[in-house]
């Protein structure tokens, strides 16, 4: 029996296969990886010292450290795992850089603990409760002074945590174990700045693709619109089986709770993945909850559709926020009749997600944060329960 397959059918095929291997091959969704990377971001050397810049290195120190902790507490990653982990999800961070950042945190993480400076909770504190400086309070540090080297003033890798009592009180001549850092946070800074460079190359070029009019792109450089069009074609070619039900997978997780660096948002992070043998197309439908201070009532914080069209193999990867923190506050406290004069007492609290998946107006996968939201949206549960809540 002979087969006559067109070269546009191979094509479709081949370019089905190098998606199918782009999607697996990046990094696992890994809901503390992903929010530590967010940590991790790189910054500019800078030409001048400021020392405002070494309060805000501290206080990526300080949530990078706390991430750590609870991972390690939790029976999660250790910290060299999980920094691990999270720096593939920074590309933008090169191999030194990557050393010279994990080193500090690490450094910083074990002084922490050995110091006792992190509550029941896992929240940082400045007392020291262990070793010989119990009842003192700790800083953090630059290695090497911002006036002895302004670039590396504005890096996490030149950051150290110490006990007050050892801080530096005047600059003096580095020792040679600081000749050396420096030396190293030299070779950061330089291979920065090339990173910066190749960055900014790259930003120009799509600069000029855009006043040339061309479609923004994937990875795979595929606009939108050629993405639309192979989609099609794989349905075309998958014929009847695009119309059966998909088996679809779908993971949720929260991934960062309010801070300055997102704005007083929480966010989580889903990923469907179509493991079908063809393409579909699906709409997911995301439910962010929160639950009042008082009452304990649960209420919509937001609710978002996504309709997503998945090649065989296709995952897809989305982030979902919530409002500002403060956004929420007087509409739960109203619901909960707080007086104005204890609303100062309340919070605003996030309780958890739901997902549901449709096919064709069938649910074909859920998942959520526990197990009674969970009752809500699997096949058979109580929608309702769900779709009645007040929206905040």
Same mark, same amino acid.
């Given at each position: 029996?002979?087969?006559?397959?067109?070269?546009?059918?191979?094509?479709?095929?081949?370019?089905?296969?190098?998606?199918?291997?782009?999607?697996?091959?990046?990094?696992?969704?890994d809901p503390?990886?992903?929010?530590?990377?967010?940590?991790?971001?790189?910054?500019?050397?800078?030409?001048?010292?400021n020392p405002?810049?070494?309060?805000?290195?501290?206080?990526?120190?300080?949530?990078?450290?706390?991430?750590?902790?609870?991972?390690?507490?939790?029976?999660?990653?250790?910290?060299?795992?999980?920094?691990?982990?999270?720096?593939?999800?920074?590309?933008?961070?090169?191999?030194?850089?990557?050393?010279?950042?994990?080193?500090?945190?690490?450094?910083?993480?074990?002084?922490?603990?050995?110091?006792?400076?992190?509550?029941?909770?896992?929240?940082?504190?400045?007392?020291?409760?262990?070793?010989?400086?119990?009842?003192?309070?700790?800083?953090?540090?630059?290695?090497?002074?911002?006036?002895?080297?302004?670039?590396?003033?504005?890096?996490?890798?030149?950051?150290?945590?110490?006990?007050?009592?050892?801080?530096?009180?005047?600059?003096?001549?580095?020792?040679?174990?600081?000749?050396?850092?420096?030396?190293?946070?030299?070779?950061?800074?330089?291979?920065?700045?090339?990173?910066?460079?190749?960055?900014?190359?790259?930003?120009?070029?799509?600069?000029?693709?855009?006043?040339?009019?061309a479609p923004?792109?994937?990875?795979?450089?595929?606009?939108?619109?050629?993405?639309?069009?192979?989609?099609?074609?794989?349905?075309?070619?998958?014929?009847?089986?695009?119309?059966?039900?998909?088996?679809?997978?779908?993971? &949720?997780?929260?991934? @960062? *709770?309010?801070?300055?660096?997102? $704005?007083?948002?929480?966010? !989580?992070?889903?990923?469907?993945?179509? =493991?079908?043998?063809?393409?579909?197309?699906?709409?997911?439908?995301?439910?962010?909850?929160?639950?009042?201070?008082?009452?304990?009532?649960?209420?919509?914080?937001?609710?978002?559709?996504?309709?997503?069209?998945?090649?065989?193999?296709?995952?897809?990867?989305?982030?979902?926020?919530?409002?500002?923190?403060?956004?929420?506050?007087?509409?739960?406290?109203?619901?909960?009749?707080?007086?104005?004069?204890?609303?100062?007492?309340?919070?605003?609290?996030?309780?958890?997600?739901?997902?549901?998946?449709?096919?064709? &107006?069938?649910?074909? @996968? *859920?998942?959520?944060?526990?197990? $009674?939201?969970?009752?809500? !949206?699997?096949?058979?549960?109580?929608? =309702?329960?769900?779709?009645?809540?007040?929206?905040?």
């Amino acid at each position: 029996m002979k087969f006559n397959v067109s070269l546009s059918v191979l094509l479709i095929l081949f370019i089905a296969l190098i998606s199918s291997v782009g999607v697996h091959s990046a990094p696992k969704l890994d809901p503390a990886a992903k929010a530590l990377a967010r940590c991790l971001v790189p910054s500019r050397p800078t030409d001048k010292f400021n020392p405002a810049d070494t309060e805000k290195l501290s206080l990526r120190m300080i949530t990078a450290i706390e991430m750590a902790h609870s991972s390690y507490r939790g029976n999660g990653p250790g910290p060299e795992s999980l920094l691990d982990k999270a720096f593939e999800f920074r590309p933008d961070v090169g191999p030194w850089e990557r050393l010279m950042v994990s080193r500090a945190v690490i450094n910083a993480w074990s002084e922490a603990s050995a110091m006792g400076l992190f509550d029941k909770d896992g929240k940082f504190g400045e007392r020291i409760y262990k070793g010989r400086h119990e009842g003192s309070r700790v800083v953090f540090e630059l290695i090497i002074p911002g006036e002895a080297y302004p670039p590396g003033s504005n890096q996490l890798a030149n950051l150290r945590l110490i006990p007050d009592s050892k801080k530096r009180t005047k600059v003096k001549e580095p020792d040679h174990r600081e000749v050396a850092f420096q030396e190293q946070l030299a070779k950061l800074v330089n291979e920065r700045q090339d990173y910066a460079l190749a960055a900014n190359k790259a930003m120009q070029a799509k600069k000029e693709e855009a006043k040339r009019g061309a479609p923004a792109a994937n990875t795979l450089g595929q606009s939108q619109k050629e993405q639309d069009k192979i989609w099609e074609e794989a349905v075309a070619l998958a014929g009847d089986s695009a119309k059966m039900p998909p088996n679809i997978r779908v993971q &949720g997780a929260k991934e @960062a *709770s309010p801070s300055k660096m997102n $704005r007083n948002r929480w966010r !989580v992070g889903a990923r469907v993945h179509n =493991s079908s043998s063809h393409p579909t197309e699906v709409k997911a439908e995301i439910w962010l909850l929160g639950i009042t201070d008082r009452k304990r009532d649960y209420y919509v914080m937001s609710r978002s559709e996504h309709t997503l069209k998945l090649r065989q193999g296709e995952a897809r990867d989305l982030d979902i926020f919530t409002r500002a923190e403060n956004s929420y506050k007087n509409k739960a406290d109203d619901h909960d009749g707080v007086p104005k004069k204890e609303r100062k007492r309340t919070k605003v609290n996030y309780h958890g997600f739901a997902i549901r998946v449709f096919f064709d &107006g069938d649910l074909v @996968a *859920s998942t959520a944060s526990n197990a $009674r939201l969970a009752s809500w !949206v699997s096949p058979g549960g109580d929608a =309702s329960e769900l779709t009645q809540l007040p929206k905040f």
